[in-house]
């Protein structure tokens, strides 16, 4: 039943596929309840296959279409400051750090 549905074990998208037939299943129940109109299965699987394969190619394009952006400091108004921090986490040790500087408009703040 599994592979007629198109959930395998190596297929990488079976959580999607998953909750889009629970969706479909829940759907089609309540169909028959309140409309007596049920969804032939063959109908379900087609529909839930469809909606998992758009739902991982629109998933893949928005991924692999990010284009970077340039990043730059905008001095503060005359009078003001301004504080920038940042930190990272190496993910393989879990060691962290953080930084920060306050600056004024001539990017450096005098006592």
Not at 40 to 57: D, K, M, P, T, V
Not at 60 to 83: E, M, Y
């Amino acid at each position: 039943m599994l592979d007629t549905v198109g959930i395998g074990q190596g297929d990488a998208i079976w959580a999607t596929r998953f909750v889009v037939f629970c969706w479909l299943i829940w759907k089609r129940k309540c169909n028959v309840i309140f409309n007596n109109n049920p969804l032939q299965s063959s109908a379900l699987i087609r529909y839930g296959n469809l909606i998992a394969n758009e739902f991982a190619y629109v998933h893949n394009c928005i991924k692999d279409t990010r284009i970077p952006q340039p990043v730059s400091w905008c001095p503060p108004a005359t009078g003001w400051l301004k504080a920038n921090c940042d930190g990272a986490v190496n993910p393989r040790d879990g060691k962290a750090a953080i930084g920060g500087v306050v600056r004024d408009e001539q990017w450096l703040v005098e006592d």
